[in-house]
């Protein structure tokens, strides 16, 4: 259902929503129903404000009866999906093996130090496939891997988080040198942009080298090209309890995650003891307006993300596994969206902030994950351009079945959609999110 359409069509709409409650509720639902859309309501308030009402107030009424046939096909389509995964993942993990026994048989050729590198797994394996392979490895094949080929390890999703670390600090190491080379030429520095990549990478190294009386930091991912890729995690999510991925959305890039890395420290911070929280930007972004109305950046980023969440559970040690939260902004929350209607994101909940809008029709499409919740600030600008009508689902609306959560800013709407991990009452919402774990 759409509801971003003319004030007339919504106060038509709301009228029928309001008829429709009054035939199914009882009483009391009915009463509220029955003052919804009222002639002089209409005549006494801007269009679109009342028939907005309307429209929530009739659909609050309804909302015993929204979902009681669409829940059950969606679980069913959940179980479709979890049966579907389970089945790839096994092909992934037997095709490796596979490959493996056909490189002992037949003579593939290997490095100076004997590793047999095109049989290591590509980039994009399921990573429980990769992490059978790392588990078939010996030590002395191992260490040759992360010293020899760090650019091969340190992003495969299924290898440990303390590897992939190390072999990362390496490959910042020269992303470093290099860009330190190109600021030295004006014009290189300008077409690469090192300037502020250093800035940044430099920031990187320095968080993960921070005195041991702040949690340890783990680096998943660096990549200067372009605008620049970084997975970092505030605390080792193989064996913490408890976990925060977060996506964030527009105009996030290299050199804006040192911002982003201090709120992972002030989410850890706040959360129950044994937290991690890793900041994802393993997408390219979009850069600004005129292209936050693309889906391709989100659907780019869909194979990507729903990998990283695999990878969390084939290397966490925790028994049981990890109580695992998705945090996400913005175009962050479209990133969710299409990635959870599409490859699933294995998580138990979801928190979706300032949401500019998704593709999926409600929380429980979100495949792969449990509870899904949203916060959008009362005069968040994002909800005034037309982003939510372009993405067709604006998931703080009743229809979408989330759990909505407060949040304590209210002031300057450009502001409204920056706050959100700034707000003490959205940190204070993560924190109790993550108390859920059993």
Wanted: proline share 7%.
């Amino acid at each position: 259902m759409h509801y971003y359409v003319e004030p007339e069509g919504m106060s038509k709409g709301a009228r029928d929503l309001a008829s429709a409650a009054a035939e199914l509720g009882p009483a009391d639902e009915k009463q509220a129903a029955a003052g919804t859309a009222s002639d002089a309501d209409f005549g006494r308030l801007p269009g679109a404000a009342v028939a907005g009402a309307a429209v929530r107030s009739a659909l609050a009424a309804l909302q015993p009866f929204l979902h009681t046939e669409s829940a059950q096909l969606e679980r069913l389509s959940e179980d479709v999906h979890d049966a579907a995964r389970r089945y790839r993942s096994a092909d992934a993990r037997t095709s490796q093996l596979y490959r493996e026994l056909l490189a002992e048989t037949d003579g593939v050729p290997r490095d100076g130090l004997g590793l047999a590198v095109t049989t290591l797994p590509a980039p994009n394996t399921d990573p429980h496939a990769v992490n059978d392979w790392w588990e078939r490895r010996d030590a002395d094949a191992r260490e040759r891997m992360v010293t020899t080929h760090p650019e091969l390890i340190g992003g495969l999703d299924g290898v440990p988080v303390e590897v992939r670390d190390r072999a990362n600090r390496v490959l910042l190491d020269r992303a470093l040198a290099e860009h330190r080379l190109y600021r030295e030429n004006p014009e290189l520095d300008v077409m690469h942009g090192s300037t502020g990549k250093v800035a940044a990478m430099e920031a990187i190294q320095a968080r993960l080298t921070a005195p041991g009386d702040r949690p340890p930091a783990y680096l998943l991912k660096i990549d200067p090209a372009d605008d620049g890729q970084l997975i970092m995690s505030i605390g080792n999510p193989d064996t913490a309890p408890r976990t925060v991925t977060y996506v964030p959305g527009m105009t996030s890039d290299l050199a804006t995650t040192p911002a982003m890395l201090e709120r992972m420290d002030a989410v850890v911070a706040q959360a129950p003891p044994g937290t991690a929280a890793t900041l994802w930007l393993g997408y390219d972004a979009p850069d600004g307006l005129g292209e936050v109305f693309r889906r391709s950046f989100a659907e780019a980023a869909a194979e990507p993300l729903s990998r990283f969440a695999d990878g969390l559970r084939a290397t966490g040690t925790v028994p049981g596994g990890s109580y695992n939260l998705l945090l996400a902004h913005s175009y962050g929350t479209t990133t969710y969206g299409v990635t959870s209607s599409t490859l699933g994101v294995d998580a138990n909940a979801a928190y979706l902030v300032g949401s500019i809008g998704t593709t999926v029709q409600s929380g429980n499409a979100m495949l792969g994950t449990g509870d899904v919740n949203i916060s959008t600030t009362r005069y968040d600008v994002a909800h005034g351009v037309g982003y939510v009508e372009y993405y067709n689902v604006d998931p703080s609306r009743i229809p979408f079945n989330a759990v909505v959560l407060p949040v304590g800013y209210i002031g300057d709407p450009v502001e409204s959609h920056k706050i959100y991990l700034r707000d003490p009452q959205v940190i204070a919402n993560i924190s109790r999110l993550l108390s859920q774990r059993p």
